[in-house]
């Protein structure tokens, strides 16, 4: 199939980053949440996939949104909006959590960032969460002020990111933990820096606020970096899918619940935290998950894109679908994210990839994230 | 600039229409609800807006997603969420609807189609609004089903539109008045059919339910139009701006309250009607909108595409700015929507308008929709 073009205006937005990727060749866009998102560069998405794992590259994730809560509820809203226990989260925790709707139903899977007793960011996937947030608050009468934030999220992603970060904000981001963040000074300005990102590899996503700023933080990184090879990138998906990392909307929507998403160990069920969705996610848990996401490798030359969910079968039953497939240069295989219904998602069970080229190829479904076999 | 490629995944959605657009030589999408959106096809845009003028053309509008509101307090909140006056509307009518959150900013202008006392439909423009109506519904308690169906929107545009449409449907639907649907019998389906759409060149738009039907009618259309000249097509810029017809997240957004987008006849101010918004719309009222969209007519050669807001300027102050600029080949001028400050939206008005490109032009404020000068 060609790939079509995408025509770009106010309504779907530009971030900082933009002139900077399009001078360094980004060959092509998705939309998320109303703003352009980088999907490749120059390089083959091979070649990237081995200098993710080796050296450091800047993202433009300027599409990852922030829903801000702020005030007296704040707190109250953002344990309402997830199943994710709240109650300990401290002032500096990034928390990843699903988000719910009453029938338990995925609405997204933002990562939290409890910025004050009264005041989260919840940092987005496709969709406009605001409106959810604004919609409780108006119906429940709550008091808060709810909005998105400008600023534009930059990752730095890749095994020396740790060098290149320190280079630009300090030694001190060194000991910034897993999945905590710290305000940092930048050209006198605060920013906040968070240990976390959409790879496995390690690294940091920067929250600058305002386009002057973002522009002159990807500047400085920019240049502090050319000695380690640093380099434009954005979420590889082979990288992704070795590591598990779902996409709301790829591998999850509006008809899966969380449990479904191997999602549990972010969900409180014993009753002890009021949220959206607790009674009939409590349900669901006792008779447990009817499918449930998972990895599976398979056969034959490098796949097509899987742009709508492919059957997987065991003798013409089936058994599930993919989500995601690439070919992965490590395993020498094609590898993907998959929905296995119950009684098939044990990691060694055979299904058979009916892949969006009409091919018929024989899988293996395994853990995530995925391990050699 | 170069135009990027945009990628699809499962997350960015297909259409029904999606293969017939392909096969007829898409040259370019854009992104609306998570769904594609043809932007081009092989004509200019000047010969399909004197093709859309002249003839009929059939319009992938599958991303005009529905959020539908049933059952006991339907009705309720279908008020709720808009300023419009929904008490006298009727079964069987479509309904211009600004709405507009708490603060009476606009959160989307969607068609509500009236199906049944408690059963509704918003056509909605960018934004999850399913998100802010289940809020809502969950924050007050209400009882009511709110989902997204899956109907796929298929508009025929253009002055043939009737005779087309009549050669499959039946002549009943030359009688069907504007601004009205009807349910037809499609293949021994209903289907609805309202005489609307996103031109000024008359038309209907189709609400099949599933890709199979979708992909039927389509096929029926084009089967039948063959001596009617059909063309795929899809909203024609030039068209609408002379039109006036308003884009949500291009003219309006988030930051804008519906009297400053000229919305005035849709909001229901004299407090008879219960909705969001109403007090802070009423005192919007009283000291009256402080900017207006309107039209600008600008010198020059063709503009570039208006990709974010130009300044409007008089003697160097600015006075607005530019959301949507095109060529008119009707005109031979730039033709453009913008939002005026007060003071300074008088038809006539002299502008200077500080195009994308760098180079400044004379240009006159003017009605919408746009007259002959």
Same mark, same amino acid.
């Given at each position: 199939m060609q790939v079509p073009k995408l025509l770009?205006?106010?309504?779907?937005?530009?971030?900082p980053y933009t002139p900077r990727v399009e001078a360094l060749g980004v060959s092509g866009y998705s939309?998320?949440?109303?703003?352009?998102?980088?999907?490749?560069?120059?390089?083959?998405?091979?070649? /990237?996939?081995?200098?993710?794992?080796?050296?450091? =590259?800047?993202? @433009?994730? &300027?599409?990852?949104?922030?829903?801000?809560?702020?005030?007296?509820?704040a707190a109250k809203l953002a344990q309402l909006m997830?199943?994710?226990?709240?109650?300990?989260?401290?002032?500096?925790?990034?928390?990843?959590?699903?988000?719910?709707?009453?029938?338990?139903?995925?609405?997204?899977?933002?990562?939290?960032?409890?910025?004050?007793?009264?005041?989260?960011?919840?940092?987005?996937?496709?969709?406009?969460?605001?409106?959810?947030?604004?919609g409780l608050a108006v119906g429940m009468g709550l008091d808060l002020g709810i909005d998105e934030p400008d600023i534009w999220p930059l990752a730095v992603q890749g095994p020396k990111s740790? /060098?290149?970060?320190?280079?630009?904000?300090?030694? =001190?981001?060194? @000991?910034? &933990?897993?999945?905590?963040?710290?305000?940092c000074d930048f050209e006198g300005h605060d920013l906040v820096v968070a240990r976390t990102g959409f790879s496995t590899q390690g690294g940091f996503e920067m929250y600058p606020e305002g386009f002057s700023l973002g522009r002159r933080l990807w500047d400085a990184l920019w240049q502090a970096g050319a000695d380690l090879e640093v380099s434009p990138?954005?979420?590889?998906l082979i990288e992704r899918v070795e590591g598990g990392l779902l996409s709301y909307g790829n591998e999850m929507t509006r008809d899966d619940n969380p449990l479904e998403c191997g999602l549990e160990q972010y969900c409180q069920l014993d009753g002890s935290v009021e949220y959206i969705g607790l009674?009939?996610?409590?349900?669901?848990?006792?008779?447990?998950?009817?499918?449930?996401?998972?990895?599976?490798?398979?056969?034959?030359?490098?796949?097509?894109?899987?742009?709508?969910?492919w059957p997987l079968t065991i003798e013409n039953q089936q058994v599930g679908y993919v989500t995601t497939a690439v070919w992965s240069p490590g395993f020498e295989r094609n590898v993907a994210l998959a929905m296995l219904d119950r009684g098939y998602w044990e990691a060694g069970a055979a299904v058979t990839v009916s892949a969006g080229d009409g091919s018929h190829r024989q899988g293996i479904v395994t853990e995530l994230p995925m391990q050699a076999l």
């Open positions: 770009v205006s106010r309504r779907i937005r530009a971030t939309v998320v949440n109303h703003t352009i998102l980088p999907k490749g560069f120059q390089k083959t998405i091979e070649e /990237d996939y081995w200098h993710l794992k080796t050296h450091v =590259q800047l993202w @433009d994730v &300027g599409c990852q949104r922030q829903v801000e809560l702020r005030g007296t509820d997830t199943p994710r226990d709240l109650r300990k989260a401290r002032v500096g925790q990034c928390l990843y959590a699903p988000m719910i709707d009453a029938e338990a139903k995925m609405l997204n899977d933002p990562i939290i960032l409890k910025l004050a007793e009264d005041h989260y960011w919840f940092s987005i996937a496709d969709a406009d969460m605001l409106l959810w947030a604004k740790d /060098d290149l970060v320190a280079r630009v904000l300090g030694e =001190q981001v060194r @000991d910034i &933990g897993f999945f905590k963040f710290r305000v990138g954005c979420p590889n009674e009939a996610l409590q349900k669901i848990a006792e008779s447990g998950p009817e499918r449930l996401i998972r990895g599976v490798i398979f056969d034959g030359e490098a796949c097509p894109a899987c742009q709508h969910p």
